[in-house]
């Protein structure tokens, strides 16, 4: 059964860093094809996604976002890690990991499992 | 690239159909996931390949489309199909906008 489970700080200050960690089970990352990406959704509008990692070290990024993030793994730990530097208030909302069964040519992919998610404020 | 989903709200009597409508600014191909997302939950992936169900989505739930138009069509509302539903592209590069706005099911 494929799980998995953000964490990290529910408040941060405008310009500080965000390191969220995404702990999975149920895969390894090891294998062709799999994935894992993040996702974010401020209150009330839908989901974005902002990044992604293959299980062979293949990086993808939101545009938008890409010279603030940085995502990684650590399979031997089974966890993904997104930093996200200078957040401002815009960057509110509930960031979500989730699993991508699948290598897609595009820039993104869908998931078919994911973190309950964890509300992130960024505030003063 | 500009996914937009109509309509913004839905409202059907259960055991009637709903349906669905999400639209790509430029073709995606089949290149297309449908998500259900109920209040304080993740999404949940019900579609991927404009018509493939997920792993343990009920036969109720359907896709259909290429290019530019696609639907998701709920064959016979229940109650537990309230919910915002979500299309996202994943063809394009650079990989951005790839949800639609949404549309919030309603039991009437």
């Known amino acids: 059964q494929i799980t998995l489970k953000e964490s990290g700080p529910t408040l941060v200050k405008p310009t500080q860093t965000l390191t969220l960690t995404c702990t999975f089970s149920?895969?390894?990352?090891?294998?062709?094809?799999?994935?894992v990406a993040w996702f974010r959704q401020p209150p009330g509008k839908a989901p974005e996604w902002i990044a992604l990692?293959?299980?062979?070290?293949?990086?993808r990024y939101s545009p938008s976002l890409q010279t603030r993030l940085t995502i990684t793994k650590d399979t031997s730990k089974k966890q993904v890690v997104l930093t996200m530097i200078n957040m401002d208030p815009m960057d509110t909302g509930t960031y979500f990991c989730?699993?991508?069964?699948?290598?897609?040519?595009?820039?993104?992919?869908?998931?078919?499992?994911w973190g309950q998610g964890t509300l992130v404020t960024v505030s003063s | 690239i500009v996914m937009t989903q109509s309509p913004a709200t839905l409202s059907v009597f259960p055991g009637e159909r709903a349906t669905l409508s999400c639209r790509a600014s430029?073709?995606?191909?089949?290149?297309l996931a449908w998500y259900q997302q109920k209040p304080g939950h993740a999404p949940r992936l019900l579609i991927f390949?404009?018509?493939t169900r997920a792993a343990g989505i009920p036969a109720r739930f359907s896709g259909s489309g290429s290019g530019t138009e696609f639907t998701l069509t709920i064959s016979s509302l229940q109650s537990e199909d309230v919910a915002v539903y979500y299309c996202?592209?994943?063809?394009?590069?650079?990989?951005?906008?790839?949800f639609g706005q949404g549309t919030r099911v309603e039991i009437k």
């Open positions: 989730a699993h991508t069964p699948v290598y897609c040519s595009g820039g993104s992919c869908y998931s078919d499992y």
């Open positions: 149920g895969f390894s990352l090891t294998y062709g094809g799999e994935g």
């Open positions: 990692i293959y299980w062979n070290d293949e990086k």
């Open positions: 430029q073709s995606i191909t089949t290149n």
């Open positions: 390949a404009a018509s």
């Open positions: 996202q592209q994943y063809i394009k590069r650079p990989p951005e906008r790839t």
